[in-house]
């Protein structure tokens, strides 16, 4: 095998030119480090994900220079070209997609017959072909928001940035070969490149968010700043207005700018993708002599890691995943969240440094550096491709017991239809279209008795759900029932720049208000409504329930949730091994429902809040309620992760909101 030692060092960067520059892997270390740092929440550092676009800079640099040089000096080829791009790119890649595909065949098949709501290995796969084919950001464009990510985070959703690479190197090296060939100058060229890709990402990042992250068009921006530097003329570097010094420390500032003041979910890239692009370029621009550039960016420990970037690149989200998985088994507070980062952090870093020295090494530098093995890599790739494509299709047998419980858990799982369970007249936002005008058209805060009592339900969709019980338990007694239940929007949510949700947040306590209600009933989803870990914007907002006229409040706790859904747990756990479906278990719980509801039980609120504890109504140490009766087909408790059905939440009004709500309204 080969060894590092023998190998020289001046090769190591690829495609940096005749002299290797141990600052570019130094500043290689500190993209992948600020990505690693973002995905773990390691320290302050909320921008890390700016990392992928100094990688961008790097990789416009590098690869435009080495173009550059060899077609102005008719030494390049294109073959010559695709096949160091093929020994540099497919071999790590291979190592990572293979061991994804032998996971999801030999742990999550099995479990493809017996998951609906989302098929995991069909999804997996899915994922390994378009990180096959180097189409991941287009994948990712219509079905995964890189800061909120929908269905879940991907498990290969790293792979869009090597993507929009890929793309820029089957596309770029013809570009400039045309440029060439007309005698045209590269600069200028690359200038309007960048200037039409930098408007597509300007226009594109409000009207179509998604496709200014992902797409190619938007970001080759930021391959194009790089490139220019490479394309400028070397003796024109000392023009650019201030000493290698000076543009080293600014550029340090611009990128550290962006890894500390940036945050997910804002805009992006945007004009603020200019912070670590333009810092880098000048970084890059300061040489390797630059003070900062030598002694930082040089040291041996920040280049080991840049040397080992790529493959840490792509060992660092599988790594996320299993913290992410197991860490929901694990107490919020304690030590053991910080053990277990530390061990998935060493198994990616060894993980890494075993595919550099034994896979990148021989391919990029060694004896496989040959077209029979770069021909052997294209191959394996297409052929692990192909084989994510038809992997699914492989039928996993059922017996007829098995197939009729799935059938009907299905059922039970299409609950979702809200239109159905709400009918016309809704007094739950379900769709996102839907406005504050729906529920006064709909008569959801209007006194139908007046003199009599009234009762006034407000939340997320978890309340709405929860209504689905409590409306006929209390217009039975004659008492009016007033509902403003909102998916799409928390009650306690604070962002004006959401204007619906803002007017359905100010209808709700205007009509508190105006009505006066005797009782609030305050329900949500409150994983998601909670912003603030001392729970000041829960109590922030019960005590302006009170100020506004309800006479007394009732707060329903955290419902426990099922992963990823009660019937497709009750599936994967129970259906698939043949077992009888228990009424209580533990299995498919989420741990953290069951800590928040502690938690909450445990403020010290005002005396006109009454605090219900959903956990305390549906849990005992055998386990949380699955069914309220022996038919599975009607008797479920939720739906899904943790709506209720028709008849759980007849069975947690009855059970858990009856005696506190009459003990308040006959006070």
Not at 469 to 496: A, H
Not at 629 to 658: C, N, Q, R
Request: charged share 15%.
């Amino acid at each position: 095998m080969d060894s590092l030692d023998n190998i020289n060092v001046s090769r190591l960067s690829g495609y940096a030119g005749s002299h290797y520059r141990p600052d570019i892997d130094g500043l290689r270390a500190i993209a992948v480090l600020a990505v690693i740092a973002y995905h773990f929440n390691i320290g302050p550092v909320p921008g890390g994900f700016t990392g992928v676009d100094i990688f961008f800079v790097i990789s416009g640099y590098l690869i435009t220079g080495n173009i550059v040089s060899r077609l102005d000096s008719r030494t390049f080829s294109f073959v010559d070209f695709y096949q160091r791009r093929i020994r540099r790119i497919f071999p790590p890649l291979i190592l990572l997609l293979a061991a994804y595909f032998a996971a999801g065949w030999l742990v999550i098949r099995g479990d493809e017959a017996f998951s609906f709501s989302e098929t995991p290995f069909t999804a997996l796969c899915q994922g390994i072909e378009a990180g096959a084919a180097f189409v991941m950001n287009f994948f990712l464009m219509r079905e995964v928001n890189y800061f909120f990510p929908t269905l879940g985070p991907s498990a290969l959703i790293h792979l869009w940035s090597l993507a929009i690479e890929e793309q820029f190197y089957i596309v770029w090296p013809l570009a400039l070969y045309v440029v060439n060939a007309m005698r045209l100058q590269y600069l200028p060229c690359i200038i309007v490149v960048g200037a039409v890709s930098f408007a597509i990402n300007i226009l594109k990042l409000h009207g179509d968010p998604m496709s200014a992250f992902y797409s190619p068009l938007s970001r080759a921006w930021e391959l194009m700043i790089g490139a220019s530097l490479s394309a400028m003329p070397a003796k024109r570097l000392p023009d650019l207005y201030f000493p290698p010094i000076a543009r080293s420390i600014v550029g340090f500032l611009l990128i550290f700018s962006g890894l500390f003041g940036l945050k997910g979910g804002m805009a992006f890239p945007g004009w603020a993708a200019l912070l670590p692009t333009v810092g880098a370029t000048l970084v890059i621009s300061a040489g390797p002599n630059a003070a900062p550039n030598k002694r930082l960016l040089g040291s041996s420990a920040l280049v080991w890691v840049g040397l080992l970037s790529y493959s840490l690149y792509l060992w660092h989200w599988p790594a996320h995943i299993i913290f992410d998985e197991y860490s929901k088994l694990l107490p919020s507070a304690g030590p053991e969240r910080s053990i277990l980062k530390g061990i998935v952090l060493f198994c990616a870093v060894l993980a890494s440094w075993l595919t550099f020295r034994f896979v990148e090494i021989p391919f990029r530098f060694g004896r496989w550096r040959d077209t029979f093995h770069t021909v052997a890599a294209a191959t394996m790739m297409a052929i692990l491709g192909l084989s994510a494509a038809l992997a699914p299709r492989i039928q996993f047998n059922v017996t007829q017991n098995q197939s009729e419980m799935l059938i009907t858990l299905k059922q039970v799982a299409q609950f979702n239809d809200f239109s159905k369970l709400y009918g016309d007249f809704p007094c739950l936002k379900y769709l996102r279209s839907q406005t504050a005008a729906m529920f006064l058209e709909n008569g959801c805060v209007q006194i139908r008795h007046p003199g009599a009592k009234s009762v006034f339900i407000m939340g997320d969709s978890h309340s709405g759900s929860l209504a689905l019980g409590l409306r006929p338990l209390v217009e039975s007694r004659g008492v009016n029932f007033l509902q403003v239940s909102t998916g799409y929007c928390e009650p306690t949510s604070t962002d004006i720049s959401d204007t619906v949700c803002h007017d359905i947040n100010n209808l709700v306590m205007s009509k508190i208000s105006e009505l006066k209600p005797d009782v609030v009933i305050y329900d949500s989803y409150w994983q998601n409504a909670l912003n603030s870990k001392d729970f000041s914007d829960l109590l922030a907002k019960l005590n302006q329930i009170k100020k506004s006229g309800a006479g007394k409040i009732i707060l329903v706790g955290e419902i426990p949730v099922w992963r990823p859904s009660l019937p497709e747990s009750l599936a994967l756990n129970f259906v698939r091994w043949s077992l009888p479906i228990p009424r209580r278990t533990l299995t498919g719980v989420d741990r953290q429902s069951l800590e928040l509801d502690t938690k909450m039980r445990a403020i010290e609120y005002p005396p006109s809040v009454t605090y219900l504890s959903m956990k305390h109504a549906l849990c005992d140490n055998a386990g949380c309620l699955t069914m309220t009766g022996s038919d599975v087909a009607t008797d479920l408790i939720v739906w899904d992760y943790g709506h209720l059905t028709a008849t759980g939440a007849a069975w947690v009004s009855h059970s858990l909101l009856e005696p506190a709500l009459w003990n308040i309204l006959q006070q």
